[in-house]
């Protein structure tokens, strides 16, 4: 069956960095575009970025664009989310999604958080 286990997460300093990972297993990784959405307490969980099957094209939320790179590796069936130049807003539950035959797959999501 369809998995996505992330991992990566952590307490970061503002200014710091991290890189997520979403390790996926079920189903034909490199057929598929993926995403990185987040959802912080108290808010709907949101889109973070976006990347097409082969990761040709990319797409960011506003709030991450030129901070985040998402990105992917085919030949391991892993996604990739560097974040670079944290904020505090940037605290929330990281979660990754595929859409797959009109069923919406997540993993359990990693926690980041954004704190001094």
């Known amino acids: 069956q369809v998995r996505l286990v992330e991992s990566g997460g952590g307490l970061v300093q503002p200014g710091g960095s991290l890189r997520l990972s979403c390790a996926a297993s079920?189903?034909?990784?490199?057929?598929?575009?993926m995403s990185w959405y987040r959802q912080a307490p108290g808010k709907e969980r949101e889109l973070v970025a976006t990347?097409?099957?082969?990761?040709?094209?990319?797409n960011y939320a506003a709030s991450v664009k030129g901070r985040f790179t998402i990105s992917r590796d085919n030949a391991k069936n892993t996604m990739y989310l560097q974040m670079n130049s944290l904020k505090p807003e940037d605290t929330a539950v990281y979660y990754c999604?595929?859409?797959?035959?009109?069923?919406?797959?997540w993993g359990q999501g990693t926690q980041v958080t954004v704190s001094s």
């Open positions: 999604y595929v859409p797959i035959v009109l069923r919406n797959y």
């Open positions: 079920g189903f034909t990784f490199s057929g598929y575009a």
């Open positions: 990347i097409t099957s082969a990761g040709g094209s990319t």
